[in-house]
């Protein structure tokens, strides 16, 4: 099994901010949510809780919108950047592990409204990420799952070992906060890391590569 991170990892840079200026572009009317960002961005200096801004910036830019509607915003995303996207080793990874016959997941903290989208577009088997809250048709934008960061990412290594026992597991990330779950499974790396990442990385035996 070789479990994926997406931003930074797979992916050449963050992707939720990019999709949400996609969206404000598609939906100009919808840039009256831009007044909360400020409110949120302070709230996430108190706290330092990503997933509260994450649900926060959603919930003002995306609220409301019909699972219709996200779905084409989605696509349209996804036709725009998909050519410049990802990284060329990070697909060249996907592929050989591919070639390998080995179960394919991403684990990312970012959203379904379009993770889930881009792992069917790479084939891969499985996609975990952070879930958003609808209410019947209409995107809510609260977090209907914890964050998939830091500890969160470790659970979800956890439940896919219980699942497919006896798999041998690879994992790749690229943020200081994915050593914990690359320590936790069998063959972990931490790709495009920042110098700090890569030393922590260094100390705890976690090999580390450049995808960039």
Not at 60 to 75: K, P
Not at 94 to 105: E, I, K, M, P, T
Not at 164 to 182: I, K
Request: proline share 4%.
């Amino acid at each position: 099994m070789a479990v994926f991170d997406l931003d930074g990892t797979l992916t050449k840079a963050d992707t939720l901010v990019p999709y949400l200026l996609t969206a404000l572009r598609v939906h100009p009317g919808r840039s009256v949510g831009l007044l909360a960002a400020p409110v949120a961005v302070a709230a996430f200096a108190l706290r330092r809780d990503q997933g509260r801004l994450k649900s926060r910036l959603i919930s003002a830019l995306l609220g409301g919108m019909s699972r219709a509607e996200i779905a084409s915003l989605t696509e349209r995303f996804l036709d725009a950047k998909w050519p410049v996207l990802f990284h060329p080793r990070a697909l060249a990874a996907l592929a050989a592990h591919r070639a390998a016959g080995d179960y394919l997941v991403i684990l990312s903290a970012s959203t379904d409204c379009y993770v889930r989208a881009i792992g069917a577009r790479l084939g891969v088997d499985e996609v975990i990420c952070t879930e958003l809250l609808w209410r019947g048709d209409r995107l809510d934008g609260a977090l209907a799952t914890p964050n998939r960061r830091g500890a969160e990412k470790t659970r979800c290594i956890e439940a896919l070992r219980a699942r497919h026992p006896g798999a041998h597991l690879a994992a790749y990330g690229n943020a200081g906060s994915d050593l914990e779950h690359l320590s936790a499974v069998d063959a972990g790396v931490l790709v495009n890391g920042s110098a700090g990442a890569e030393r922590a990385a260094e100390a705890l035996g976690v090999p580390h590569r450049d995808w960039r």
